[in-house]
């Protein structure tokens, strides 16, 4: 059984830095990627960005490029989500998830983590 745990979130002004982890336990063999998603009030859930099993990393928001980066540490299990220069609109809750080889569709989420951004 593979679990994921998000931490990392807070309340921060704009234009400051969170960096969010996302530790993940059980076998990853056949994770071929973790992705980091939000929420934000009202909206509805999307897909951030993603890291491959090689590091390869991917980001599905244009709002996001260049501020945010994913990383991960394997000898931690543990992916990263370094978010700079925050704005009031990426105030969310911040998920991260597993995608397996194979598969179209995200699973094994966690419970995820607020960030608040205020102006």
């Known amino acids: 059984q593979v679990h994921v745990v998000e931490s990392g979130g807070g309340l921060v002004q704009a234009g400051e830095s969170l960096r969010l982890s996302c530790a993940v336990s059980?076998?990853?063999?056949?994770?071929?990627?973790v992705g980091w998603h939000r929420q934000g009030p009202a909206k509805e859930r999307e897909l951030v960005g993603l890291?491959?099993?090689?590091?390869?990393?991917?980001y599905a928001l244009d709002s996001v490029k260049g501020r945010f980066t994913i990383s991960r540490d394997d000898a931690k299990s543990t992916v990263y989500l370094q978010m700079n220069r925050l704005k009031p609109e990426d105030t969310a809750v911040y998920y991260c998830?597993?995608?397996?080889?194979?598969?179209?569709?995200?699973?094994?989420w966690g419970r995820g983590t607020q960030v608040t951004v205020s102006s």
């Open positions: 998830a597993l995608l397996r080889k194979g598969a179209t569709k995200y699973e094994h």
């Open positions: 059980g076998n990853m063999v056949n994770i071929a990627a």
């Open positions: 890291i491959l099993a090689n590091g390869a990393t991917g």
